[in-house]
């Protein structure tokens, strides 16, 4: 009789792949025998190897029983809301964003969930959640009734005056910082920094500002001072990084998305970047301080035993070489743009064959380097942005190398240029930054002076098989 139930039991272990198997009392009405027979059978089962058992968590094919997670003694309900409320604040969480129910924060922070309750709680006395019947939400924060519902929003100027984009992380961050304004009902207002704030009839809610392309951020960094205005800034700019925050005011805080350690960090962890012995590092704007900062997030991440080349180049970024470009009257005769006459007339049309001009001229300086990192035996080229990737896989194809087969190949910023050609990127999450920045600026935290640091997420393509 116990082999016919041995032989039923193997064929419910094919069919629960990697789920539970039947309770005792189920299998006891399906063999129609006693519960203590059942056990028996599961004790002789269990020494053949076929199946593994826990107390109070019933039987499984083997290899197949989850891992049980201790409850982590040392965590309470006050550290782990000070846990929620900081991704609340550094914009994980939107305003009136849902959260998983406690059971599951729970799991996640290995908790009980009794404790996972009472830290909800805490931050509902707090008002940054509301609760829905059994749901919790992110609350919105609460607006001063002093000013008018509108959000300031201050970026670089192009020469008509207008606000400079020209990047998709820009364009990405300016369009979440609207969809962000307007889930916390506000009206933005977007303005380009001419020298001045602009000349508002009535107090804005707060400014966001980005320091993309802005020549010198002080200024304005100093007027917003100045106003008393609750800002949240953007470090994208070489003067102004993560390290040398020039100005400490309690009415600015700063957010960094891809100057700092941590996107390098977040690659370097990667599995599609782990398994490579010998990488290279290819940045010729080494002289910028986030190149070095993705340098050193990268090399910490990275296994004991890695080779890691440096092919590295003094500039700051591409400008060192455009600049000379825009200044050299032989470029400027080589560019007749056709049936509009000469090309300095009309620098809208003329900028991408500038640019280009500039970024061949780049590489052709930068081409030892490359040559010396191909010669280096990596099998694995990070290159400091996707431009620089995608330079690097025109470069590698022009001597017959084919990524990924030659040479695997990843880069940052996850631009529509490295989605179009598979390239493994780093993609900097500009929706959790305007949340962070307009909840910022909405509920300020007085004397707090602080940097909140995005790490993104890696998207890997066929680049990095």
């Given amino acids: 009789m116990e082999a016919k139930f041995l032989n039923d039991l193997r064929g419910l272990i094919r069919l629960a792949g990697s789920r539970r198997l039947p309770s005792v009392r189920a299998l006891a009405a399906r063999w129609k025998c006693s519960p203590t027979t059942v056990q028996g059978v599961l004790r002789t089962a269990r020494a053949m190897g076929w199946i593994e058992t826990r107390e109070g968590g019933g039987s499984w094919p083997a290899g197949r029983m989850p891992i049980k997670i201790a409850p982590n003694a040392r965590r309470t309900a006050e550290t782990l809301a000070a846990d929620l409320r900081e991704e609340i604040r550094s914009g994980r969480w939107g305003s009136g964003e849902r959260l998983p129910p406690p059971k599951h924060t729970a799991a996640r922070h290995r908790v009980h969930p009794a404790t996972a309750r009472k830290a909800y709680g805490r931050l509902s006395d707090e008002a940054l959640l509301e609760r829905e019947g059994r749901a919790w939400r992110v609350s919105r924060p609460r607006r001063r009734t002093d000013a008018r519902a509108v959000l300031l929003c201050l970026g670089a100027r192009e020469t008509d005056g207008s606000l400079r984009l020209t990047t998709d992380r820009e364009w990405d961050f300016w369009r979440e910082i609207q969809i962000e304004a307007a889930r916390n009902h506000l009206l933005p207002e977007i303005h380009a920094w001419s020298g001045k704030l602009p000349d508002l009839s009535i107090r804005p809610m707060g400014v966001v500002v980005s320091t993309w392309h ?32 020039p100005i400490q005011s309690p009415w600015l805080g700063f957010h960094d998305m891809a100057y700092g350690l941590e996107s390098g960090a977040v690659l370097g962890d990667h599995p599609a970047i782990r398994k490579h012995a010998r990488i290279a590092w290819i940045s010729p704007f080494h002289g910028a301080e986030w190149s070095r900062n993705r340098l050193e997030g990268l090399r910490r991440k990275l296994p004991n035993g890695v080779i890691l080349y440096e092919a590295l180049g003094p500039w700051v970024s591409e400008w060192d070489f455009q600049a000379a470009v825009w200044r050299d009257p032989e470029a400027w005769k080589r560019l007749r743009l056709e049936g ?30 490359l040559e010396a990192a191909l010669a280096s ?21 022009a001597r017959g190398l084919r990524v990924p087969e030659d040479m695997a190949l990843a880069g940052f910023d996850d631009s529509r240029e490295a989605l179009r050609h598979g390239l493994t990127s780093v993609r900097f999450d500009a929706s959790m930054m305007a949340r962070a920045m307009v909840r910022q600026v909405l509920a300020p935290e007085a004397g707090v002076r602080r940097t909140i640091h995005y790490a993104g997420t890696v998207v890997a393509r066929g680049s990095t098989p």
């Fill in 340 to 369: 509009v006459g000469r090309a300095a007339q009309y620098p809208d049309l003329a900028r991408p064959l500038i640019e280009a001009i500039g970024r061949d001229r780049l590489i052709e300086k930068f081409s030892p380097s």
């Fill in 214 to 245: 802005l020549p010198d951020p002080h200024p304005l960094l100093s007027a917003l001072h100045r106003a008393r205005l609750p800002s949240a800034v953007w470090l994208e700019n070489p003067v102004l990084s993560p390290a040398r925050v």
């Fill in 377 to 397: 035996g990596s099998s694995l080229w990070v290159a400091a942005s996707d431009w620089v990737a995608l330079a690097c896989l025109d470069w590698l194809g």
